[in-house]
């Protein structure tokens, strides 16, 4: 039997075997291939199930307005409160006004002994403390607690006041239909506040006389006011959920905000009068999404960037300080950037540092008009105290009491009238109120001025409006810029 043949085919088997097996291994990859390549367009497409976290960042700041009056007592005193300003993330408001509060005392610095004496010479011999109070936990409207870790923001612990820029006394016309935008956007942030206020427990007129009557007592106690503002920053970002980001939102982003927008920012860069300097740069967040209708403009996260244009310290001879800042840069959470001219219309500030604003955003710190009332009262005690003895009642040694009382009012408080009725010495109760009456004269119109001062995460409200971009060499000019851009002139 022949067996070449048989082995022929054998082998021609055996190496149709060997071709046909990477061929169908190539196939199988190249199938999984194209598997791989199918799914792909699932994952590239993100923006189909994008969602936005609706978080609120560390270093937010809470706005707490004590709502009560607290009598300072000892560390780990509890404190109360509710919030002053509502807190957004994104686009959705998270925490409202009205929420409460709750913390406590964590330390009661001890007073130096060189201000302990001047207070002393002032016959105070119980001199205010600094306190240093933490927030700790959120009670929402719906009943749930929300524990918080927070830090107090340094400088503020106030009772403060919103205050808007005066309006321009130009007469309105129909190319003014921004700047009455902005000013309806500034009175509407005025209106916030103020409610927010409401909340507060006020005390009657009796009770703040026979507070200010124990003020004046050598040793009294030590009260916070109600409607005091502190603002508490986030040590950790408190979490909401999240909300999808539909294609209109995102469109809508990219348009510039409407000219004669205004916006609630909260202030990242601390400011004063006496240590600024022209050109700093000034940088503040969004704590309110923009809306324009029912169309998100601006969300809540969006930066300003600016810088301070005109400073002046405070001097001598009561002059106060000045502070003027503008804002050239918006960006959006996202990282667009977008050319703006904003200015400052609105702004928080101390009851008792009397901050004025005008027309174009410039900030200044005016002197109380009650220093002429007070001075005039030291004056008039001194005066007082300078009674002969002939014009005392007969008997009487060194001048009447009377007039010693006068000038240890002036002079001293209750300290210095009980020293001008016992001790029977007109040199003294003179002395007492012709020191009372030059320290008067002195700190209200020889001494250094009040500076402007703006702490971290003060809240304010900005007038917004789009910068045109500058025309190229090529391009020629409009033939009437100020009709296209009339905001440029007035908010510059």
Do not use: C
Request: hydrophobic share 40%.
């Amino acid at each position: 039997m022949n067996l070449k043949p048989m082995k022929f085919a054998w082998k021609a088997l055996l190496v149709t075997l060997v071709l046909l097996l990477p061929a169908r291994s190539r196939a199988q990859d190249a199938n999984v291939s194209v598997n791989d390549f199918k799914m792909t367009p699932v994952a590239a497409n993100p923006s189909a199930t994008e969602a936005i976290a609706l978080s609120v960042p560390k270093g937010t700041a809470v706005q707490v307005v004590l709502d009560n009056e607290l009598k300072i007592q000892k560390v780990g005193q509890p404190v109360r409160g509710r919030v002053a300003e509502a807190i957004y993330a994104f686009d959705k408001l998270v925490v409202p006004v009205g929420t409460q509060v709750t913390g406590q005392i964590i330390q009661l610095e001890s007073v130096s002994g060189g201000k302990r004496t001047l207070e002393a010479l002032n016959a105070d011999f119980s001199p205010a403390r600094k306190v240093q109070i933490e927030f700790n936990d959120l009670k929402m409207p719906d009943g749930r607690h929300i524990p918080i870790h927070t830090t107090v923001t340094p400088g503020s612990g106030q009772v403060i006041q919103f205050v808007t820029s005066s309006p321009s006394a130009k007469k309105k016309t129909v190319k003014d239909a921004a700047s009455e935008k902005a000013e309806q956007s500034k009175e509407e942030a005025k209106r916030q506040w103020d409610a927010a206020i409401k909340q507060v427990h006020e005390p009657g007129k009796m009770h703040k006389i026979e507070h200010y009557a124990v003020a004046q007592l050598p040793v009294h106690p030590q009260y916070i006011g109600a409607g005091t503002v502190y603002f508490a920053e986030l040590e950790q970002p408190l979490d909401f959920g999240s909300e999808q980001l539909t294609p209109e939102i995102a469109s809508a982003l990219k348009t510039p905000p409407p000219s004669g927008s205004s916006v609630h920012v909260r202030l990242i860069t601390a400011l004063s009068s006496a240590t600024a300097h022209q050109g700093d740069e000034v940088e503040a967040v969004l704590s309110q999404p923009l809306f324009d209708g029912d169309r998100l403009v601006l969300p809540q996260g969006s930066r300003l960037e600016g810088s301070v244009v005109q400073v002046r310290a405070a001097r001598r001879l009561s002059r106060n300080g000045q502070l003027r800042m503008v804002f050239h840069q918006l960006l959006l959470p996202d990282g667009l950037e977008q050319k703006v001219e904003a200015t400052l219309a609105g702004v928080q500030a101390g009851k008792g540092d009397d901050v004025k604003l005008d027309a174009e955003g410039g900030a200044e710190a005016n002197s109380p008009k009650t220093r002429y009332l007070a001075t005039g009262i030291s004056v008039m005690l001194a005066l007082a105290s300078a009674h002969t003895d002939e014009d005392a009642a007969a008997g009487s040694a060194g001048g009447g009491a009377g007039s010693r009382a006068a000038g240890g009012a002036g002079g001293f408080k209750l300290v210095g009238i009980a020293m001008g009725i016992f001790v029977h010495s007109q040199p003294l109760g003179m002395a007492m109120g012709a020191y009372g009456a030059s320290m008067s004269v002195y700190s209200h119109f020889i001494a250094r001025g009040r500076d402007l001062v703006s702490p971290k995460n003060t809240a304010m409200e900005v007038s917004i409006g789009t910068r045109p971009s500058a025309p190229s060499p090529s391009t020629p000019n409009p033939p009437d810029t100020k009709s296209e851009n009339p905001r440029a002139k007035s908010e510059n």
